[in-house]
């Protein structure tokens, strides 16, 4: 059983949440330019770690917002919480997330684009 | 399809171990059960294999057994980093059943079903498989029409399947409560005779005897830290207890599939979650047939021992902590409990959950892989049981003969990039 902080609402039973399975999956833009193995990389292939994972939650009865999660697989150990859009800043999030094969798939490089309008987005955002 | 019976290869235990029989119970019962044979050797792990299976559970164990017994591959190994059958073949419901709407299903579990019957012969070992029917409930008009489209399938594919109404089910199962008020009323359902339970325990220890007797070697206690290679060649196994050289390394390790083959830098479209079930304290008999229920998503049957055993979904977030979160079986409960009112007052004996490896199509991978000698049969998700036999026969003719047969071959891993999927998800409900 899990209480899940969530960024808008504060801490909340897991039953209040769903989830919406491995994170930080680009969609690749060059989609033709890529093979059917390298899309099936994108759409069906999952990163499924043992150990520290950043998936996507969603407070699905309560503000019905979206949020990144860093969590332990084996001993449900909430590491960090962060943004939609937004890369994880603990150490050990960041080595979780640079670890993942998917930093090195072709599908994620077609996206790279993609990547930076986000990022560019939520600066713009932000400054307001 | 109803006609092509499986090829069990040697039955019995041509390797000369002494027989189980009520006259051995007899015979041992002079010396006071003292001289029993062990069931399997307490091998030691040698420094080179023909095969190496990784993963000591039902289908690992059987895959091994018809290596041996069918394709006469003895010289090989199954290594467990824990005991025989400790993961998910000693935490599933144990439910037996072939009727999935897809051909390719259909066959595989089907296959499956053939080497069920008449197991406890071919292993000379009581697997206690009875054919007491599975009852698949639906609880609104939709479920049933998708159920009748369902059952005309299955019977196409030459397996038994029927739909019963409510006043049958009620004949059938006389503790179940047929009132159309409940949350989840029953509204019809399809009932598949030959399905029914094994003694999983039994399944794990007769396929490791057998296997045995034909001169493979059982290492428990073993755990596979890496897979060595040659460029794209398997050369061998890296275990805690020493290095292992083999050409051809069979990976069954449900929820840890994706575990292994992260060593061997393959993905799969694995999620590995925990599915959970729990066990009354024993009663007398109430329940002669197991009961399922795909929009609940609960099992329900009684042990010979007089234990309801009560099956709950899968968990919506990946896990490999072999427990599972409270709210699931409390859902499943609430709706048991409407649906036999007579279990209300029982008390729960134990809770458990196993980690199980679901694929996006719900149906399973039996797969050779880009790395010549290596194969995995993994992605069985929730009903991996049922599929024991089938899934080691299949999987073992795949690493004998490096192709894989018809049955086996609609699985294969590339699936997931021609997208030719198997969806039993959609068509079988969410349990499975």
Same mark, same amino acid.
């Given at each position: 059983?899990?209480?899940?902080?969530?960024?808008?609402?504060?801490?909340?039973?897991?039953?209040?949440?769903?989830?919406?399975?491995?994170?930080?999956?680009?969609?690749?833009?060059?989609?033709?330019?890529?093979?059917?193995?390298?899309?099936?990389?994108?759409?069906f292939?999952?990163?499924?770690?043992?150990g520290?994972?950043?998936?996507?939650?969603?407070?699905?009865?309560?503000?019905?917002?979206?949020? &990144?999660?860093?969590?332990?697989?084996?001993? $449900?150990?909430?590491?960090?919480?962060?943004?939609?859009? /937004?890369?994880?800043?603990?150490a050990?999030?960041?080595?979780?997330?640079?670890?993942?094969?998917?930093?090195?798939?072709?599908?994620?490089?077609?996206?790279?684009?993609?990547?930076?309008?986000?990022?560019?987005?939520?600066?713009?955002?932000?400054?307001? | 399809?109803?006609? &092509?019976?499986?090829?069990?290869g040697?039955?019995?235990?041509?390797?000369?171990?002494?027989?189980?029989?009520?006259?051995?119970?007899?015979?041992?019962?002079?010396?006071?059960?003292?001289?029993?044979?062990?069931?399997?050797?307490?091998?030691?792990?040698?420094?080179?294999?023909?095969?190496?299976?990784?993963?000591?559970?039902?289908?690992?164990?059987?895959?091994?057994?018809?290596?041996?017994?069918?394709?006469?591959?003895?010289?090989?190994?199954?290594?467990?980093?824990?005991?025989?059958?400790?993961?998910?073949?000693?935490?599933?419901?144990?439910?037996?059943?072939?009727?999935?709407?897809?051909?390719?299903?259909?066959?595989?579990?089907?296959?499956?079903?053939?080497?069920?019957?008449?197991?406890?012969?071919?292993?000379?070992?009581?697997?206690?498989?009875s054919?007491?029917?599975?009852?698949?409930i639906a609880?609104?008009?939709?479920?049933?029409?998708?159920?009748?489209?369902?059952?005309?399938?299955?019977?196409? &594919?030459?397996?038994?399947?029927?739909?019963?109404?409510?006043?049958?089910?009620?004949?059938?199962?006389?503790?179940?409560?047929?009132?159309?008020?409940?949350?989840?009323?029953?509204?019809?359902?399809?009932?598949q005779?030959?399905?029914?339970?094994?003694? $999983?325990?039994a399944?794990?220890?007769?396929?490791?005897?057998? /296997?045995?007797?034909?001169?493979?070697?059982?290492?428990?206690?073993?755990?596979?830290?890496?897979?060595?290679?040659?460029?794209?060649?398997?050369?061998?196994?890296?275990?805690?207890?020493?290095?292992?050289?083999?050409?051809?390394?069979?990976?069954?390790v449900?929820? $840890?599939?994706?575990?292994?083959?992260?060593?061997?830098?393959?993905?799969?479209?694995?999620?590995?979650?925990?599915?959970?079930?729990?066990?009354?304290?024993?009663?007398?008999?109430?329940?002669?047939?197991?009961?399922?229920?795909?929009?609940?998503?609960m099992?329900?049957?009684?042990?010979?021992?007089?234990?309801?055993?009560?099956?709950?979904?899968?968990?919506?977030?990946?896990?490999?902590?072999?427990?599972?979160?409270?709210?699931?079986?409390?859902?499943?409960?609430?709706?048991?409990?409407?649906?036999?009112?007579?279990?209300?007052?029982?008390r729960?004996?134990?809770?458990?959950?196993?980690?199980?490896?679901?694929?996006?199509?719900?149906?399973?991978?039996?797969?050779?892989?880009?790395?010549?000698?290596?194969?995995?049969?993994?992605?069985?998700?929730?009903?991996?049981?049922?599929?024991?036999?089938?899934?080691?026969?299949?999987?073992?003719?795949?690493?004998?003969?490096?192709?894989?047969?018809?049955?086996?071959?609609p699985?294969?891993?590339?699936?997931?990039?021609?997208?030719?999927?198997?969806?039993? $998800?959609?068509?079988?409900?969410?349990?499975?």
């Amino acid at each position: 059983m899990m209480l899940i902080d969530c960024p808008f609402c504060g801490p909340r039973d897991e039953t209040e949440f769903s989830c919406g399975g491995e994170a930080h999956i680009a969609r690749p833009l060059a989609e033709n330019k890529i093979s059917e193995a390298e899309f099936a990389d994108y759409l069906f292939m999952r990163d499924n770690p043992k150990g520290l994972f950043l998936e996507r939650w969603r407070h699905s009865a309560g503000c019905r917002r979206w949020f &990144n999660m860093a969590r332990d697989t084996v001993s $449900h150990e909430i590491v960090e919480i962060y943004p939609m859009g /937004a890369l994880p800043k603990t150490a050990a999030a960041k080595s979780a997330y640079s670890a993942s094969w998917r930093r090195d798939t072709a599908a994620e490089h077609a996206a790279k684009p993609a990547r930076t309008t986000v990022k560019n987005a939520g600066k713009a955002r932000g400054a307001k | 399809m109803a006609d &092509n019976q499986p090829d069990r290869g040697q039955r019995g235990l041509p390797g000369g171990k002494p027989r189980y029989s009520a006259f051995a119970v007899a015979k041992n019962s002079m010396s006071y059960h003292q001289d029993w044979q062990r069931a399997w050797r307490d091998a030691e792990p040698k420094s080179e294999y023909d095969a190496v299976i990784i993963g000591g559970g039902g289908h690992g164990l059987a895959t091994a057994y018809y290596l041996a017994a069918v394709h006469g591959m003895t010289n090989i190994a199954v290594i467990e980093k824990g005991w025989l059958g400790g993961g998910n073949t000693g935490r599933n419901t144990t439910i037996i059943r072939s009727n999935y709407l897809w051909d390719e299903s259909a066959a595989i579990y089907e296959h499956s079903m053939k080497l069920w019957e008449g197991l406890s012969q071919d292993l000379n070992f009581n697997v206690m498989f009875s054919q007491r029917g599975v009852l698949t409930i639906a609880h609104s008009e939709h479920e049933l029409r998708e159920m009748s489209r369902r059952v005309h399938a299955i019977r196409l &594919n030459g397996i038994d399947s029927e739909i019963l109404g409510p006043a049958e089910i009620k004949k059938f199962v006389p503790t179940i409560n047929i009132d159309q008020s409940i949350r989840y009323p029953v509204m019809g359902g399809f009932l598949q005779r030959r399905g029914g339970t094994a003694r $999983h325990d039994a399944v794990a220890w007769g396929y490791a005897r057998a /296997a045995d007797d034909l001169g493979v070697d059982i290492i428990q206690k073993c755990e596979v830290t890496g897979l060595r290679r040659q460029g794209r060649k398997i050369v061998g196994v890296e275990t805690s207890r020493g290095f292992i050289k083999t050409k051809k390394v069979g990976c069954v390790v449900a929820g $840890h599939s994706s575990v292994v083959a992260a060593m061997a830098g393959i993905r799969l479209p694995i999620a590995s979650r925990p599915l959970q079930a729990l066990v009354s304290e024993p009663i007398k008999p109430i329940l002669d047939t197991v009961i399922m229920s795909n929009a609940v998503h609960m099992y329900i049957s009684q042990s010979d021992k007089g234990e309801m055993v009560l099956g709950a979904g899968v968990d919506k977030y990946n896990s490999y902590a072999q427990r599972g979160s409270f709210p699931v079986p409390e859902h499943m409960l609430a709706a048991a409990v409407e649906l036999f009112p007579v279990l209300s007052r029982l008390r729960m004996l134990r809770h458990w959950g196993g980690i199980v490896d679901t694929c996006p199509d719900a149906s399973p991978i039996i797969s050779k892989t880009d790395i010549e000698g290596l194969y995995f049969d993994c992605g069985w998700g929730t009903g991996g049981f049922k599929a024991t036999p089938g899934s080691g026969h299949v999987f073992a003719d795949l690493i004998a003969n490096d192709r894989p047969n018809k049955i086996a071959a609609p699985y294969t891993l590339d699936r997931f990039r021609s997208g030719l999927l198997i969806d039993e $998800h959609g068509a079988a409900g969410v349990a499975h």
